[in-house]
């Protein structure tokens, strides 16, 4: 994960967040952070903390796990409260099949998603 | 375009596991069978387009993949450019050298993908595959392309419009014509129940649903219609060639994917829609992927795949096979190759050249390819109409 992506509850923010950004005119949010807004192509947009809070629009639980990463695990479609759709994994619940049906929220957490991996951006249910 | 294009040769080597074939050598026999098949010596390719994705990861081979790989082929001297768009470059490749034909500046153009993926070590070629989406984002999160397909399929399951016999169903009709065409990896039925049985990959997605790790190279001629006079072959023309990339999503999920705007956008240049189609390829990374691109591509409303695949449809001797090559599932999948084994299936079908699998009266074919993964979406795709 590169630098700027997310800022994490140790950068002195507070809860951890994801770095997006927002067009100036048209308010729109964006995920990545975006110099252009892809909505209105306006080249004015502003830094602007997202994702402390979403939503599971699709869930799917991996059972033939890539190199270094342990099966089994669920992988998410989230769309943050901002509007934005990521794709990362989901943690704090068991990888069951029916674990985070669409329309869960969920909320962030920034930890590694494998043994000795770099931090990365997750989910979990809320309150779970 | 500014002047009409057709395909003079095409030419594969079979897709499966070649431990002992490299890059160059699954490229130059695909190669050399297009040219032979056209009619044509190497002297007579004017420009060559190569696709290849993920040789710079597995073989160290980064830069000049084409001038490597097409010395096999007899082809030197003129422009070569190395063509990476993820699973679509075969498909892009081609599309640049039918623009090449096409605008003028050339008349006989030569179109190669190959992919080597067998390197020993099958781990490292699924992580070089995790290079097709955004590795600044996704990085060491577990992504794996199955889980995708099984987001997307889950849907159509939760909501009662596919059910899991439609998956094992699909998967059976790939293998059952992968069993018929020479070129394919896996060339042997399976049950329903064996498809339900195997390993589980993502979600709902089993071992047998799946696309497989292949080495295998497909190769293409165009030139232009005038040039083409006296070929050996039946000419196919081709009606239509378009490329896309994955557009800036809202989030909403009203958009059209990236595969149905590029299909919608050669349905437009060709002036024929699907009810004018004969036979399909289409990217079937996963074998359900199929049953998402006859609604994307306009075959049957939205929530009717299911129905479309019970009649029998989709099938050879159906109103509109899809993938009788076998497809992705059945053919196997060497990435940068796949775009061009799709049209070199169409070529043989409408030149009544397909043997067993051959679609009869076949008259137009579809081929639809995809590339990479951006913001939910597919980040490439092309797609050619093809007539004789």
């Known amino acids: ?128 | 375009m500014l002047r009409e294009v057709v395909v003079l040769g095409v030419g594969m080597h079979r897709f499966g596991k070649f431990p002992e074939t490299s890059l160059r050598e699954l490229a130059g026999e695909a190669g050399r069978r297009a040219l032979k098949d056209a009619g044509v010596l190497p002297r007579q390719i004017q420009a060559a387009y190569f696709a290849n994705a993920l040789a710079g990861l597995l073989t160290g081979q980064e830069s000049i993949r084409g001038q490597v790989a097409l010395r096999e082929v007899g082809v030197a001297g003129v422009p070569i450019v190395n063509v990476e768009n993820a699973c679509a470059g075969g498909a892009t490749a081609f599309h640049q050298a039918v623009l090449a034909v096409g605008s003028g500046s050339c008349d006989v153009a030569l179109a190669v993908g190959a992919e080597k993926m067998f390197v020993g070590d099958t781990g490292r070629t699924i992580q070089a595959l995790a290079a097709s989406a955004d590795v600044e984002l996704t990085h060491d999160m577990g992504l794996q392309f199955t889980a995708i397909y099984a987001m997307r399929i889950q849907k159509r399951l939760a909501s009662g419009a596919l059910t899991l016999r439609h998956l094992a169903e699909v998967t059976v009709k790939s293998h059952r014509h992968g069993c018929l065409n020479p070129y394919a990896q896996h060339q042997k039925e399976v049950t329903a129940e064996e498809v339900l049985a195997s390993r589980p990959i993502a979600g709902p997605i089993t071992l047998l649903m799946c696309s497989s790790v292949s080495d295998g190279a497909a190769a293409a001629v165009v030139c232009s219609a005038e040039a083409a006079r006296g070929a050996p072959q039946p000419l196919v023309r081709v009606l239509a060639s378009e490329l896309r990339s994955g557009a800036f999503r809202s989030g909403a999920g009203e958009e059209l994917s990236t595969a149905a705007r590029t299909v919608r956008a050669a349905y437009e240049q060709a002036g024929v829609g699907p009810e004018e189609i004969d036979l399909v390829e289409c990217h079937d990374a996963t074998a359900p992927g199929e049953l998402l691109y006859y609604e994307d591509l306009g075959f049957c409303k939205p929530g009717e795949a299911g129905r479309l695949l019970d009649e029998g449809a989709t099938t050879i001797g159906g109103r509109i096979p899809f993938n009788p090559s076998g497809g992705l599932t059945s053919r196997g999948h060497p990435v940068g190759a796949t775009g061009l084994a799709q049209i070199a299936e169409a070529v043989w079908q409408l030149r009544g050249q397909a043997g067993p699998r051959q679609v009869q009266g076949a008259r137009v074919a579809l081929t639809q390819n995809s590339g990479g993964w951006l913001e939910g979406d597919s980040a490439a795709g092309a797609a050619h109409l093809f007539a004789v």
Not at chain 1, 16 to 41: H, K, N
Not at chain 1, 90 to 119: K, M, Q, Y
């Open chain 1, 1 to 128: 994960m590169t630098q700027g992506v997310f800022r994490s509850s140790t950068d002195g923010e507070g809860a951890p967040s994801l770095a997006g950004s927002r067009c100036r005119y048209c308010a729109r949010v964006s995920f990545p952070a975006r110099p252009i807004c892809p909505w209105c192509g306006r080249e004015d947009t502003e830094p602007v903390a997202v994702g402390r809070r979403g939503t599971i629009q699709a869930s799917a639980v991996v059972y033939h796990a890539p190199i270094g990463f342990t099966a089994p695990y669920i992988v998410a479609l989230v769309e943050l409260a901002e509007g934005p759709v990521v794709f990362c994994p989901i943690t704090g619940c068991l990888p069951d099949e029916n674990a985070v049906p669409p329309g869960t929220p969920v909320e962030l957490v920034v930890a590694p998603a494998r043994a000795g991996g770099a931090p990365v951006f997750q989910f979990r249910p809320l309150g779970g």
